[in-house]
């Protein structure tokens, strides 16, 4: 039937995305995307934080190499779940065509890099 408007969505996925109008599966798809990027990136910082509680126990002293661990680990964590809210958040405003949200993923990123290269960096100088 010409002029007809597609279905729109129902149940669980309808209260998440909350209304709106379904956005062209390229901005979807991109978004979604950015969410994978995200997530590869938590499943790296997991990855070091694993790999600094396993491998270096002669470089750090025990209460500094769990302490880089523990500021990893929970850098992934942050960032898989901000993630995760960040797609459904731009997912949300892309359906009712308004601004994208500001992002908190990039500061709390740099923050928490910042900090572990500058334990890093205070090790690898008094080693020096």
Not at 17 to 37: I, V, Y
Not at 54 to 76: E, I, K
Request: net charge positive.
């Amino acid at each position: 039937m010409e002029g007809a408007s597609p279905p729109g969505r129902r149940g669980w996925s309808a209260r998440i995305l909350g209304g709106g109008t379904e956005p062209d599966p390229r901005f979807t798809l991109a978004n979604e995307r950015t969410f994978l990027a995200w997530i590869r990136t938590a499943l790296a910082l997991l990855a070091g934080g694993v790999a600094v509680e396993a491998f270096t126990s002669d470089t750090f002293a025990s209460p500094v190499r769990t302490a880089l661990a523990v500021v990893l680990l929970l850098l992934a964590m942050v960032l898989a779940v901000a993630a995760g809210v960040r797609w459904l958040a731009v997912e949300r405003a892309m359906r009712r065509q308004a601004p994208l949200p500001l992002s908190i993923l990039v500061p709390v990123l740099a923050g928490g890099g910042a900090l572990v290269a500058a334990a890093f960096l205070v090790v690898v100088l008094g080693n020096a």
